[in-house]
């Protein structure tokens, strides 16, 4: 009991302190920034904020100290809940991918992507058609002439190479097998051993098998062509209207100070604008370019919600209200 | 294969250097307390010992984090033997045999055993790796989840030799274990399954459980009988805890089929070290002549196990380094770590980085040299520490316990599924109902129902998916012999026991 009224007190202490910070804002930050990854070291997201908390300490782009610390669980849920404790306080900064917006929408979190302050948008994770290179499947006339129903390796049921194995099945007409994966190293795998006939995955896990020549990449989910695969053509060029991505980009508290805001905009802007950051990030870890600032973020992330609650719904996904 | 031994010895010359053997040692002792903290496992040792890499050369920095990943698998044995919790679901089958040993006095000759077996084990996987990392990537790939169904269900069938003496009881705590798996998100059908709160969308914590099951409800059943260790006289002779040659022979071949189980189960992914314990474990009590032993402290069921355990290790390297596939926690984290260090991991690695990856292995194998000198050394410092803090035992037990619970996932909700499954363990304890068939469902239900239902998926409804294939067809044979040799066997065996107890 005292414990907890203890907490209360500590919470209510921080909100005042937050609410009379504005007031001298002009010093943001008042202490070290910290980088909130939602998921234990090693992961998408611990990795992110370590590449981005290593350039910016080596390239100066800032003062302020940055220590990544590590909220797993819960899909990503425990660093959701840990930021909106926060709410007000610019001093965090949290990585955010597709699980912010799917994890509260199936399930019940008490929060959803409108409850954070966008800063930006990093990359983009497309969906790549993979085939081995011993297959007889050449091109996407080949799958819609297949003749048959077609075994397909992705992620997760509801995960974005599912939406995208959807997209195809529609475009095309034709009837696809989607077969949820645990990992990508498990749908490369399956895809190597002849388990399925194609495979949808993201990029960086498969682009040293399409250099070493054992996969063959067929397609991609952008709208142009990735300068990483200037051969291979988009959905879109070759008539199927294929665009879904998965993002990466970083979001902070609710109702945080302007001037806080303008700092961690500004500092992430800078920051992907560094040459280390194509070098030591996106390059090796297969990411593609597509930098949005905080409004364009706040824009798509609403399109990205209304994408998922669709195709969730139709699934029959969505959390139970 | 020439090709790899010119490779290696390079690499031995380049990795052999004053400062990197420091490192290898130190990073195997850190591994050894890691790995023996309950709740910390590989992937957490690796991932703590990654930041302190920044900057160092790839071959320091993989060695490093390659010897912190063996030495977590010497480590999970200690607090398995010492006092009965294993620090992660692979050391489970290490307490079910080092513990009544550690009862009965032969604690000291228990971590003896288990130490020399690691490192049999470490070594023939490695040399695996060595000669035929290459061969065997590209024919593991080929098993698919038809195999790996398969493989699950003879995990499975392990139950049966869990069970203890009550049957229906076991069945009633492996349709518990099952119940539980079912919580959290099921990437197959995309649901989130009894999620009543955020903190388990992904799921119970299988080592939270573990934790709580044994180590706590250990320490209630320990509190309540007013059990002390028997720890035996303060001074070591070394014949106490090296074991002679009476018993080097007995678990000579135990270890031999630990180290050959662990290195084919731990190349595939997924499934890794915990199922090869557990296959290596059925195997040596069903080869035995005295399967009466088992749980009473058998040397075979001990070394078997924890050959496989560590074999497992190298085992997993293989597809990382090969394909770039990692196959279980540690190694995912590791691929990170060599993306770090600017290599690609895939399939041309071990051919545009050769040196790194030959250096990796080097240093791999002189950490198992010093995991073993180390390990054997300290066994009259860890035995005696336990006798130091004997009269505080079951207190510090369970602050390890907790603590460990927490660094799961630093954070409490762990702490009160570890203290929740403490008062579960000692009430089944009570009852008499077996932890093992629970733990093991826990654990391999959630895998085997989904290659299952990935299988008739990929049959596009059909069964026939498991014998479409030879290959498939081979292990579906294989298994559902074995399952069925086993069921039919049991019966078989007790009735022509009764007959002879009868005749006698």
Redesign the interface.
């Known amino acids: 009991m005292f414990s907890k009224s203890l907490k209360t007190a500590a919470v209510f202490s921080a909100l005042v302190v937050a609410a009379i910070l504005p007031v001298k804002a002009a010093d943001f930050p008042t202490r070290g920034i910290e980088f909130v990854a939602g998921y234990?070291?090693?992961g998408g997201h611990d990795?992110m904020l370590?590449s981005m908390a290593?350039i910016i300490r080596e390239t100066k782009l800032v003062d302020a100290s940055i220590n990544v610390v590590?909220?797993?669980?819960?899909?990503g849920?425990?660093s959701l809940?840990y930021l909106s404790s926060h709410a007000g306080d610019g001093h965090y900064l949290m990585a955010a991918t597709s699980s912010f917006i799917t994890?509260p929408l199936?399930?019940?979190?008490?929060l959803s992507y409108k409850d954070f302050t966008p800063i930006a948008r990093l990359g983009i994770d497309p969906t790549l058609l993979v085939v081995p290179s011993s297959s007889p499947i050449k091109s996407l006339d080949d799958i819609k002439n297949a003749g048959r129903?077609l075994?397909v390796a992705g992620?997760?049921?509801?995960?974005i190479e599912?939406i995208a194995t959807i997209m195809v099945s529609e475009a095309m007409g034709v009837k696809l097998?989607f077969?949820?994966?645990?990992?990508d190293?498990?749908v490369?795998?399956?895809l190597?051993?002849?388990?399925?006939d194609f495979a949808m995955i993201n990029p960086g896990a498969v682009?040293?098998?399409i250099?070493?020549g054992?996969m063959t990449a067929i397609a991609i989910s952008t709208e142009e062509r990735a300068e990483m695969f200037p051969d291979v053509p988009t959905f879109k060029e070759k008539g199927y209207d294929v665009v879904a991505s998965v993002f990466r980009g970083v979001v902070a508290a609710k109702d945080i100070p302007a001037e806080a805001k303008a700092y961690l905009t500004d500092l992430v802007e800078r920051l992907q604008a560094t040459p280390e950051w194509k070098t030591q990030y996106l390059q090796?870890?297969g990411i593609i370019a597509g930098y949005l600032d905080a409004d364009a973020f706040a824009a798509y992330l609403e399109q990205t919600n209304n994408i998922y609650q669709t195709n969730?719904s139709n699934?029959g996904?969505l959390?139970k209200n | 294969m020439l090709d790899s031994l010119s490779h290696l010895m390079l690499a031995f010359t380049d990795v052999a250097t004053p400062e990197n053997l420091l490192l290898i040692f130190v990073a195997g002792l850190i591994g050894t307390l890691v790995g023996a903290l309950p709740g910390l496992g590989p992937?957490a040792g690796?991932?703590?010992m990654?930041?302190l890499t920044?900057g160092m050369n790839p071959i320091s920095g993989l060695s490093l984090l390659t010897g912190v990943y063996m030495g977590t698998m010497y480590g999970g044995r200690l607090t398995a033997i010492l006092i009965n919790t294993p620090g992660d679901a692979p050391a489970i089958v290490t307490a079910m045999e080092g513990y009544p040993m550690m009862q009965k006095g032969q604690g000291g000759q228990a971590l003896g055993i288990s130490a020399i077996a690691s490192f049999v084990g470490g070594i023939f996987g490695l040399l695996m790796l060595i000669f035929f990392a290459p061969i065997i990537a590209e024919y593991a790939?080929?098993?698919?989840?038809p195999e790996y169904f398969m493989l699950m269900l003879l995990g499975l069938s392990m139950i049966i030799v869990l069970a203890g003496s009550d049957p229906l009881k076991a069945l009633i705590a492996t349709a518990a274990g099952v119940l539980l798996s079912t919580i959290g998100?099921d990437?197959?059908?995309?649901?989130?399954r009894f999620?009543v709160v955020?903190?388990?969308?992904?799921g119970v914590d299988f080592v939270a459980v573990i934790i709580g099951l044994f180590g706590i409800g250990e320490v209630l059943v320990n509190v309540e009988e007013r059990i002390r260790l028997n720890m035996g006289k303060p001074k070591f002779k070394f014949s106490e805890f090296i074991p002679g040659w009476a018993e080097l022979r007995h678990i000579s071949f135990p270890t031999l089929r630990g180290s050959v189980i662990g290195t084919a189960i731990g190349v595939l992914?997924?499934a890794g070290a915990t199922i090869a314990t557990f296959i290596a474990y059925i195997t040596e009590k069903k080869l035995s002549r005295q399967p009466d032993n088992f749980g009473k402290g058998a040397s075979e069921g001990l070394a078997s196990p924890e050959a496989a355990n560590n074999a497992a290790v190298p085992g997993s390297l293989i597809?990382l380094l090969t394909?770039?596939?990692?196959?279980s926690g540690g190694t995912?984290?590791m691929l990170?770590?060599l993306?770090?260090f600017?290599l690609?991991?895939?399939?041309?690695?071990m051919i545009q980085s050769a040196d790194i990856v030959w250096g990796t292995i080097a240093g791999l194998t002189i950490a198992n040299l010093f995991l073993l000198a180390s390990n054997i050394l300290l066994i009259p410092v860890f035995v005696n520490a336990l006798r130091l803090i004997q009269n505080h035992l079951n207190a510090i037990v369970v602050a390890f316990c907790l603590v460990g619970a927490f660094s799961i996932?630093?954070?409490t909700?762990d702490v009160w599924i570890t203290a929740i499954f403490g008062i579960i363990g000692y009430l089944m304890k009570r009852s008499n109902y077996p932890t093992g068939p629970f733990i093991l469902a826990l654990v391999l239900a959630p895998l085997a129902e989904?290659y299952l239902r990935?299988s008739i998926?990929?049959g596009?409804g059909s069964w026939g998916i498991f014998v479409q294939k030879p290959l498939t067809m081979t292990f579906t044979i294989l298994v559902l012999g074995v399952v069925a040799f086993g069921l039919a066997k049991a019966p078989f065996t007790s009735y022509l026991r009764k007959k002879r107890l009868q005749a006698a």
Do not use: C, W
């Open positions: 234990g070291p090693g990795t370590r290593k590590n909220k797993p669980g819960g899909g849920a425990t809940g994890t199936t399930a019940d979190v008490g129903v075994n992620g997760g049921r509801g995960q599912h097998n077969i949820p994966f645990q990992g190293g498990e490369a795998s399956a190597l051993g002849g388990q399925v682009s040293e098998f250099k070493s054992r090796p870890n969730l699934l996904l959390k | 992937s690796i991932a703590l990654m930041p920044f790939i080929f098993l698919g989840p998100s990437y197959v059908s995309g649901n989130v999620a955020p903190e388990l969308i992904e992914p997924g597809p394909l770039g596939i990692p196959g995912a984290i990170g770590a993306i770090m600017g690609n991991p895939g399939p041309m690695l996932n630093y954070g909700f989904n990935q998926m990929l596009q």
